[in-house]
C-alpha cells in the first residue's frame, strides 16, 4: 500500500502563491504517476496536474501557465507550486496516485484558499 500526505494549503490573497507537498510513504516502487486533483465547493473533483514516473507531465488548461508540478525522488515528494493565484482555485486539494496494478489512491487533501 501507498500512504500519500499533504501539507503547504493555506490562506492566500489573490495573485500570490503557494507551494504544496505531498510525501509518499509505503510500496513507493508501486508508484508510476503521481499528481493533484481539487474540488472546490459544490463542484466536481477536477484534475489539476499529474507527473509520470518518466517524467510526462499533464496540466489542467486552467493551470497552465502559472502552476507547475515537479518530484524529488530522494524524498519520495511530489510538489505543486502554485503562483499567480486566483479565487477559483479555491479547494480542497488532494494528491492522487495510480500504481502498477492500476489501483488509485489519495492523501486526505489540504485547503487552499485565495482570498481579496
Known amino acids: 500500500q501507498v500512504q500519500l500526505v499533504e501539507s503547504g494549503g493555506g490562506l492566500v490573497q489573490i495573485g500570490g502563491s503557494l507551494r504544496l507537498s505531498c510525501a509518499a510513504s509505503?510500496?513507493?516502487?508501486?508508484?508510476?504517476?503521481q499528481g493533484w486533483d481539487r474540488q472546490a465547493p459544490g463542484k466536481q473533483r477536477e484534475l489539476v496536474a499529474t507527473?509520470?514516473?518518466?517524467?510526462?507531465?499533464v496540466y489542467a488548461d486552467s493551470v497552465k501557465g502559472r502552476f507547475t508540478i515537479s518530484r524529488d525522488n530522494a524524498k519520495n515528494t511530489v510538489y505543486l507550486q502554485m503562483n499567480s493565484l486566483k479565487p477559483e482555485d479555491t479547494g480542497v486539494y488532494y494528491c492522487?496516485?495510480?500504481?502498477?496494478?492500476?489501483?488509485?489512491?489519495w492523501g486526505q487533501g489540504t485547503q487552499v484558499t485565495v482570498s481579496s
Open positions: 492522487n496516485g495510480v500504481d502498477m496494478s492500476g489501483f488509485n489512491f
Open positions: 509505503g510500496s513507493i516502487f508501486s508508484i508510476i504517476s
Open positions: 507527473i509520470t514516473r518518466d517524467g510526462s507531465i
